[in-house]
């Protein structure tokens, strides 16, 4: 077996499908449909939380682009008026009637 062959196999063994039905069962369609129409990421804790088998806290989201950052940001702050903005991160509490919190970085 080639060794392009075994990492093709790998890349098929690896799905993760079981770990991102976790990740995504919080997040409400809006959220989803939103975070992949600008490329978002998710990264930190809720990753970790995921592989060591602990609640999810919250959701760092993270953006290649600044377009992509303010499109969402426009877009979360027109279902829900309360938010708090530092100079790194924008952060939603119970975001779109759910119990989570999502922090745009």
Do not use: C, W
Request: charged share 30%; aromatic share 10%.
């Amino acid at each position: 077996m080639t060794l392009d062959e075994q990492i093709e196999q790998m890349q098929q063994e690896v799905s993760h499908t079981e770990e991102k039905a976790i990740l995504l069962n919080k997040l409400s369609s809006f959220t989803i449909q939103t975070l992949r129409k600008h490329n978002a990421f998710i990264a930190g804790g809720a990753i970790t939380s995921i592989f060591s088998e602990q609640p999810i806290k919250d959701y760092d989201v993270f953006f290649r682009t600044e377009e992509d950052f303010k499109a969402v940001e426009t877009a979360f702050r027109s279902r829900r008026d309360r938010y708090a903005k530092t100079s790194n991160a924008n952060t939603y509490e119970n975001f779109d009637g759910s119990k989570i919190t999502i922090q745009l970085i």
